[in-house]
């Protein structure tokens, strides 16, 4: 199950997006304000995905997998 914190970056992190597809459909992308809103916008949604990265690597969704432990080799005989 989705923790609060996932659900909210997640959220969080996709709004930014429609914003920065709302400013190229609109087509004010080519104007400086344009411009600096995406690169805003962008950053916001970088942040919050770099957090729901983490949550969902802390919660073991993503990442290495727990290898799994064996037992001890026993240690080798010594050559005389």
């Known amino acids: 199950m989705l923790s609060m914190m ?3 970056s997640l959220v ?3 709004l930014p ?3 920065v597809a709302w400013t190229l459909v609109n087509g004010m ?3 400086v304000d344009g411009l600096f809103m995406s690169l805003i916008l962008l950053a916001l949604s970088a942040v919050f995905m770099l957090n ?4 969902m690597r802390d919660m073991g969704m ?4 727990k290898a799994v432990a064996t037992a001890p080799k ?3 005989a010594k050559a005389s």
């Open 6 to 8: 996932l659900a909210l």
């Open 12 to 14: 969080l992190g996709i």
């Open 17 to 19: 997006l429609l914003g």
């Open 29 to 31: 992308i080519t104007t």
């Open 52 to 55: 729901a990265y983490w949550e």
């Open 62 to 65: 993503l990442g290495k997998k």
């Open 74 to 76: 026993p240690p080798a």
